[in-house]
């Protein structure tokens, strides 16, 4: 059974950095895409990036230049770190493991296996 | 970046009761979307993936359908525990983007 076990501070103030780590247990680690996920207070979805066990990453442009994402594949971990944060920044963050098949004319891509949650929030 | 659009933003229904949610994506995005999920304070749950598969495990009440831009999911027979948030995510072009959601709750 796949676990992800995400930690990480819950009180930062503006200026600093946000810094998550997820770990998965059961399954394998490489062959996925690892993505953070976070929902501001009472809204929708944003997704902020992913990696792959190879350390490939994608982010969304929003977040770009504020952002990385790094993999320990010796302990099964990808982090998040998010700098200057906001506090537009405050919201639950999630890992989630994205499941990818492509194939010609065949392609999904979606999270099967989500973390916990981690409330994050940004005051001064 | 790929805008979802979902109506209606929340709906009431009656237990047993037939309740259909649309997507619309802001550009064609072929069968490359997936509905979640979501109770209050748990992360979402994945329910179909490429439009219409239903996830293992998900009961039969739960479909997909459309391609495109346009794009439903419908619970034929709404139960208690059914009550949560549902959200389309389109996987056609990063970002990944999710829509706004619908709040589902019973009359």
């Known amino acids: 059974q796949v676990q992800l076990q995400q930690w990480g501070a819950g009180l930062l103030k503006p200026s600093e950095t946000l810094s998550l780590t997820c770990a998965v247990y059961?399954?394998?680690?490489?062959?996925?895409?690892w993505s953070w996920i976070r929902q501001s207070p009472g809204k929708g979805l944003e997704w902020i990036g992913e990696?792959?066990?190879?350390?490939?990453?994608n982010y969304n442009p929003s977040l770009k230049s504020r952002l990385t994402i790094s993999v320990d594949t010796s302990k099964n971990q990808f982090s998040l770190k998010l700098s200057s944060v906001t506090a537009a920044d405050t919201a639950v963050y999630y890992c989630?493991?994205?499941?990818?098949?492509?194939?010609?004319?065949?392609?999904?891509?979606?999270?099967?296996?989500w973390g916990q949650g981690t409330l994050v929030t940004v005051s001064s | 970046d790929i805008q979802m659009t979902q109506s209606p933003s929340s709906l009431s229904a009656s237990v047993g009761d037939r309740v259909t949610i649309t997507c619309q994506a802001s550009?064609?995005?072929?069968?490359?979307l997936n509905w979640y999920q979501q109770k209050p304070g748990k992360a979402p749950k994945l329910l179909i993936y490429?439009?219409?598969n239903l996830e293992t495990g998900v009961p039969s009440r739960f479909s997909g359908s459309g391609s495109g831009t346009d794009f439903t999911f419908t619970i034929s027979t709404l139960q208690p525990e059914d009550i949560a948030t549902y959200y389309c995510?389109?996987?056609?072009?990063?970002?990944?983007?999710f829509g706004g959601g619908t709040k589902v709750e019973i009359k």
């Open positions: 995510q389109q996987y056609d072009n990063l970002p990944l983007t």
């Open positions: 550009q064609d995005i072929n069968i490359y």
């Open positions: 990696i792959n066990h190879g350390g490939s990453t």
């Open positions: 989630a493991r994205g499941y990818i098949y492509y194939v010609p004319a065949v392609y999904s891509y979606y999270f099967d296996y």
């Open positions: 059961g399954g394998s680690f490489s062959g996925y895409y």
């Open positions: 490429d439009a219409s």
